[in-house]
């Protein structure tokens, strides 16, 4: 009977500091949104981002992403392309479709989210491991005590960087992949280049989701890190409890957005994506 | 530019023989396995039984998501019982295994770099050579063999509930009856792709194992210093996730 209780009280305790952690995103995704319309309406009195730093932030989560996506993404490409033509070859071994419909899938699903869990293992726990040190030796402390609020100075520069560079690399993502998965199938299934790079089943509502997608990850992974940074506590555990909970995090929002996005889409066009 | 993309080179160089040596060192620790079942048992259970939440709830919306890309499909050739096979391949072969590995190495990779960065940087790991009890052998190896058969055991788990996450979507949405899912999964999936995604997970936990135990043990300097290795790490096992998921698919078929 005990045995049961604590059971229950643990699931208890789990849930609720689940609901806190959503309230304290929530309240963190709002000031981050005001500081963004602070910094534009108040252009000179700005007691947050310094001048400069939006576009560092663009250089440190974009530029240095760049080996990492490219490899990453190539490489799954050519593997979900060689799986697929596999596959079909041993049912139908007709390769003509393989290319339209890995687009689609690219488009619509594979580019945006598969860029956005490695952005949120790269640059999450980057952003984490930044902001948690800066907490544990107390240097947060130190700008609130001169009058800078700390999420206009450190999350909202890489709010709107993460936001930007999650497009323009989801982008970039998704013309490596498909390329890739094209000189995949070209060598090792002999699939016709013409065939494979057939854009004729892309859909604006595609394109529509696509940028939906890397929009909401863009925003989500940046505000799930910056949170956990933030809440760091002691001094190098807490540091490295931050960023652990920052990748953990930043991924699971990723495939949480992933399904209501797609969810949506498929209720909204009535099952024709 | 061309020096910094040499540093770069250099950089990536080092590390990836650091990771071998300590892989060698290791291999070498388990011969004659001498392992200390205590530091296992935990190990074992602080990885696997905590990590379960987490792996079941991706798993799940990992198969959820895999149905509702082939749910286009199905509207619109009335194919329902190849729902089963579009989504059930997909998940075994490939998005059960890697979305899991990536999980369990931000969950437990990163942790695990967390922790043994800490004891690096105050200097635990000096108090133990010390007392002449190899780190590696004391603290890695148990680590690292936890971690290979926790996650082989995850992805399991993870596959059948990313089945069963399909087979709910594919229910409530594309309204397909739980028969006709059942059929299209026993008879378009065979053992193989199963094996096929189990056998990579034995790859990717030994991948996540060592790059999280080589920059936890390498780590300098203070709090900046663990923050910096449990990025390195994530980074590390991410790439080598799917640079090892390419080279096995590509050998095995």
Partial sequence: MMFLRTRIEAIGDAVLGFFRAAVELWRLYIATIAGVARGFSRRRDRRGRPRGEVARQLY?????????????????????????????????????????QFLRLIISDFGPTLTAM?????????????????KVTEQIDALRMSGVLPIDYLIVPRFLACLIMTLVLAILGSVIMYAAGGLTAQYSFGVNPNSFYDLSFIRPRHVVVFVVKALA????????????????????????????AAVIGGSFAVILLDFIISASALWLTGGDL | MIGNVGAGAIRVAQEVGGIVVLTGQVLRALVPPRI????????????????????????????????????????????????GWGAGYAVLREIGPILIALMFSGRVGANNTAELSTMTVT???????????????????????????????????????????????????????????YYSF????????????????????VAIAMSSCYFGVTVRGGAVGV???VNAAVVAAAVSIMLLDFFLTYLTG
């Fill in chain 1, 217 to 244: 990850y863009g925003a989500a992974i940046p505000i799930v890190a910056g949170f956990c940074g933030l809440r760091a506590r002691g001094s190098s555990e807490g540091v490295g409890w931050a960023t652990t």
């Fill in chain 1, 118 to 134: 490695m952005l949120a293992t790269r640059v999450g726990a980057g952003i984490a491991a930044e902001i948690g040190s800066m």
């Fill in chain 2, 227 to 229: 923050g910096r290795a």
């Fill in chain 2, 36 to 83: 200390d079942g205590r530091e296992l048992l935990k190990n074992l259970h602080k990885m696997g039984n905590r990590s379960v939440p987490i792996v079941v709830l991706t798993a799940f919306f990992a198969g959820a998501l895999m149905m509702l890309q082939a749910g286009p499909f199905v509207k619109k050739f009335g194919a329902t019982s190849l729902a």
């Fill in chain 2, 186 to 205: 026993a008879d378009n999936l065979k053992p193989y792709d199963f094996l096929h995604g189990v056998y990579k997970s034995i790859a990717f936990g």
């Fill in chain 1, 60 to 100: 440190s989560i974009g530029n240095r992403s760049l080996v990492f996506i490219i490899v990453t993404l190539g490489f799954i490409g050519m593997v979900m392309t060689y799986q697929a033509c596999l596959q079909l070859g041993r049912v139908t071994g007709d390769y003509s479709q393989v290319g339209s």
């Fill in chain 2, 123 to 181: 200097e635990q790991l000096d108090g133990l050579r010390a007392l002449a009890i190899d780190p590696i052998r004391f603290l890695v190896v148990p680590r690292v063999i936890a971690m290979v058969v926790m996650l082989v055991v995850l992805t399991v788990i993870g596959d059948l509930v990313a089945l069963l996450g399909a087979s709910i979507v594919g229910r409530t949405m594309l309204e397909i009856d739980w028969s006709t899912m």
